[in-house]
T-cell receptor, first 115, second 112 residues
Framework: GAVVSQHPSRVICKSGTSVKIECRSL??????MFWYRQFPKQSLMLMAT?????????EQGVEKDKFLINHASLTLSTLTVTSAHPEDSSFYIC???????????FGQGTRLTVV | AQSVTQLGSHVSVSEGALVLLRCNYS??????LFWYVQYPNQGLQLLLK??????LVKGINGFEAEFKKSETSFHLTKPSAHMSDAAEYFC??????????FGQGTELSVKP
């Protein structure tokens, strides 16, 4: 099956710093990738849709200046949490859409803790 | 807009018993439906998908789901629960553009 690799799996950063999370599709090209945030014991909340070569589309209520998304190639999208604060601590998950099989495959997730 | 409702945030079964996780959807177009499983501190793994072919879909780990248009349901079943099935399960429907709309999730516990 297709594999989506997300790094890092865990990161602890100081308040005010920025953190970059990478999402790679390893065996298919993904023109579209999605970034989700998940709070404990809750479902996934879509943050933004990342399209290769164009600007990301953010969901309502998501700060685009805080959560910077770059999709520079067909296999890589990055999410940068800028000037992180403790309330940004969460589990972030990416997914990449395989157009041919019409399936979204998920990365392993990144546990971000801001101290 | 599409939506998904999972009935029961927590389901507990005994090992060897039938697993039934309920999912109802709302969609204005023929839907693509999915079940994903999530283990603690991990991403989501695809269990199975419905894409307008056979209404009974078989997935990994012995799970299957039946698409019932008349009931707008896509319930997930497994004849005999195993301890390793304990996890969080999410039903999802595809929205235009490929976005997935998730249900609230159902936590499955398996008792020895």
């Amino acid at each position: 099956g297709a594999v989506v690799s997300q790094h890092p799996s865990r990161v602890i950063c100081k308040s005010g710093t920025s953190v970059k999370i990478e999402c790679r599709s390893l065996d298919f090209q993904a023109t579209t990738m999605f970034w989700y945030r998940q709070f404990p014991k809750q479902s996934l909340m879509l943050m933004a849709t990342s399209n290769e070569g164009s600007k990301a589309t953010y969901e309502q209520g998501v700060e685009k200046d805080k959560f910077l998304i770059n999709h520079a190639s067909l296999t890589l999208s990055t999410l940068t949490v800028t000037s992180a604060h403790p309330e940004d601590s969460s589990f972030y998950i990416c997914s990449a859409r395989d157009q041919d099989r019409r399936i979204a495959f998920f990365g392993q997730g990144t546990r971000l803790t801001v101290v | 807009a599409q939506s998904v409702t999972q009935l029961g945030s927590h389901v507990s079964v005994s090992e060897g018993a039938l697993v039934l996780l309920r999912c109802n959807y709302s969609s204005s177009v023929p839907p693509y439906l999915f079940w994903y499983v999530q283990y603690p501190n991990q991403g989501l793994q695809l269990l199975l998908k419905y894409t307008s072919a056979a209404t009974l879909v078989k997935g990994i780990n012995g799970f299957e789901a039946e698409f019932k248009k008349s009931e707008t349901s896509f319930h997930l079943t497994k004849p005999s629960a195993h301890m390793s099935d304990a996890a969080e399960y999410f039903c999802a429907v595809t929205e235009e553009g490929g976005k997935l709309i998730f249900g609230q999730g159902t936590e499955l516990s398996v008792k020895p």
